[in-house]
């Protein structure tokens, strides 16, 4: 029911459309109003006034503020012992010891092992400075990413004189050598931050420094004049969360000011704890003349300063003079500082994606099923970094750079050729039950054992083969493994049945 006023009730009698016209439009008003109460993000009260939210897009929001949070997560990594911790373990989950590549199975047996060959040929030869592998760069990358909110892959050609087998290497370039004040038109592409964009959206190249900004020793006169580097020649990975992001924010930027809040208020919780353990004192006394005060104590004055000469030490007893009295100080107690520390590292860890007990390693409060969920909840997550990220962004242009240069170099194999990927092994919670369950997986044909060799962390390939080269020495040597349920136990030799005359020799129980 809405009420009219007196010019509504004069105009409802004067023009009656208008009148009704105007009620309309005012019920309108109000709904509107009403239903942007019905959200409480959407209040401007009390409560929301120190809410500021801004409406820009992505790159608007990142642009601006990417150096300085930049510089503040490298900070925390470097002295911050959770950001460092939190670092680490992102890296040695995501990519372990490699994301190791392998022919897809379709191929011929012959492309497979020509593509392996110069696969791991490029693997061991990548970095250029000889530090590392490829599997190597892979964690340089993921470390970059995590720290600095992005990286880039630049990769180079190399001359037949140097004598690789395929001619092509890679190095880390940090965030900081993308040129993320650059916006502007050229011709008909549009570069963003830093990132040059064709007119149907794909990404042309990147404006990059040739040395890194912030290098101690300048070995050009041009390293703040970014340079132009098409994007067949780099490869840039960060975790997109938004659409039409143009490059990453470091992971530690939602934990940043909790990191560092937790870090001071725990440093200042130690110099309690000092002052605590020490027998801190304040001597008042009445204005005297230092000689005489040092009559009164017994102790040395300095002729310089006219100041005691003093020394704290553990056991001390010392006399005071007249008119002197000591006012003990006693630092207040802070019951709550494991509880407070622990829930700041608890919401730290989630601004990063790391359960608790991974993040910090506190397993006292965790129990073997807590321990479980957290796992298989943290792996899901871990899964989208992996197959969404690193796959997409580092592997598979790798991998197509590799058998390009390798096509080029003289060797037999289709330029083509895509690969699969095994992701690191992730170690099982409860073996016994895990294995139990693999095993009914194979059973009712859910899975087939290539991907459960895939999935410890195996090359299938390798592994059948290691597995068919020994089997011939562990029956000649009389070892057998027991079948596992839904594989067919393989079929004894001639004359090794119970009655032959070697296990009447060596007894029933010889082969187990």
Known sequence: MLELNLIERALASLAPEWGVRRLHAKASLASAAELARSFDAARRDRRTQGWRATGGSPNAEIAPALDLVRRRSRDLVRNNEWAGNFKRKLVAHMVGTGIVARPPRDASKAAKKRSREAWNAFVENADPAGMADFYGIQAQLAGEVVEGGAAFVRWYLRPSEWG?????????LPHEHLDTRKTERRGNNVVINGVEFDPWGRRAAYWLFPQHPGDVLSLSRTRNLSERVPASECDHVFRVDLAGQVTGVPWLASSALRLRDGGDYEEAEIIRKKIGACMTVFVRRNAMNPHTLAQATGQAVDPKSGKRIEKL?????????????????TPPDSGDYGTFMDRQMLAAAAGVGLPYAIATGDLTKANFAGQREGKLDFWQVLDQWQWLMLVPQVCRPAWRRVMRASVGAGMALPRDLSAEWTMPKR?????LKDVKAEEAELALGLDSWVEKVAARGFDPEDHLAEITAWRKKLEAAGVRFAPAPGIPAPARPAGDGPNSDKEKEDGPDADQ
């Open 164 to 172: 690789l087998k395929v001619p092509l290497q890679c190095e880390v």
């Open 427 to 431: 170690p099982w919670v409860d073996p």
């Open 313 to 329: 030490s553990p056991g001390l007893i010392t006399y005071l003079g007249d008119g002197e009295e000591i006012a003990a100080v």
